[in-house]
């Protein structure tokens, strides 16, 4: 892929990123539950690192930086903790998709492997927390 279609794809997908972080925080603050609120957390913080690591990686392959004012975060907002953890995994695997061919992005395609463990790991303790009542009952964004 040229550096210049990769630099749009990247852009795209952290921007992506920069909007989830935006609607998990909205729902870890307006949490009621101890629980959903440190859960949510933890999905926070993974997104966080998980983001910077492909914007840095990122700039690394191409050998170029991000301008100011590159980062515009795209909105995102879904009435609970479970479809936005879905639509993540979603937007994750497109990129996975996009970038897995070229040889050149392997090790950006390697984060992004692992990241999607990660998810896994958080659509189970999201679909625990659903069983008991936690997520699925006390978070809710208003439109
Ligand atoms: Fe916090």
């Not at 959903?36 to 957390?41: E, G, N, P, Q, S």
Request: net charge negative.
């Amino acid at each position: 892929m040229k550096t210049s279609d990769y630099n749009k794809v990247a852009l795209t997908f952290i921007n992506k990123l920069e909007g989830y972080k935006t609607f998990f925080k909205n729902l870890h603050w307006s949490a009621n539950h101890l629980t959903a609120h440190r859960l949510i957390d933890d999905i926070l913080s993974d997104l966080i690192e998980f983001q910077d690591t492909i914007a840095e990686c990122s700039q690394g392959y191409m050998g170029v930086q991000f301008s100011l004012g590159d980062i515009k975060p795209k909105y995102i907002n879904f009435s609970n903790t479970n479809d936005g953890l879905v639509a993540l995994m979603k937007d994750v695997d497109d990129f996975c998709d996009t970038i897995e061919s070229d040889k050149e992005l392997r090790g950006i395609t390697n984060a992004v492997n692992d990241y999607q463990q990660e998810l896994l790991k958080y659509k189970y303790l999201v679909m625990l927390s659903r069983k008991d009542g936690v997520v699925n009952s006390v978070i809710n964004l208003k439109q």
